[in-house]
């Protein structure tokens, strides 16, 4: 609201694995994180962009927790797209998220594995395989190609995607050559 309010067009995206359809939506992002949902955002994106409600020249990321996971993904996967971004407390790492997070590894392996196939490998110790596929479908595996200036909103007492994860991306961030600007603001308590 505050954003309409401002004059700014929003596109909020029930996107798969979303409430809103019922447990076979939601389960049908399982193994699919990153991918699925993230076309389910483009697609919302290129139908307002069609129906002349957005620039697409003008575009910008927002999200939290899993919506800054989507917000990150798509900055690096689609960096012409988008010309920044807002993260709040965003998944950034699956395979740091494993072993950090208080769901630890068993939404991690779910997310990226599927349901059946997730629990079934979910584990504190992974095995390398499993953390290199972690890692495959997590915002860090784009970094890279990002060219969006971002702002991250780091709540430092969230133990569900702990402030580390965010940190750890925005290192890699910063540590590469031609890196946009980025900002990070950490709210100790929260």
Known sequence: ??????????????????????????????????????????????????????????VALVGGSHGGFLAASLAGAHPARFRAAVLRNPVCDLSLMAGLSDIGPDWCFVEAFGSVAGRARARVDATPDDLAALRAVSPLATVASVTAPMLFLLGGGDKRVPAADAQRYVAALRGRPGAPPVRVLLFPED
């Open 1 to 58: 609201a505050f954003l309409a309010a401002a004059g700014y067009a929003a596109v909020l995206v029930n996107f798969r694995g979303s409430t809103g359809y019922g447990e076979g939506g939601v389960q049908s992002l399982p193994g699919a994180v990153g991918a699925a949902d993230a076309a389910d955002c483009l697609a919302a994106l290129d139908a307002a962009a069609a129906a002349g409600l957005v620039d697409p020249a003008r």
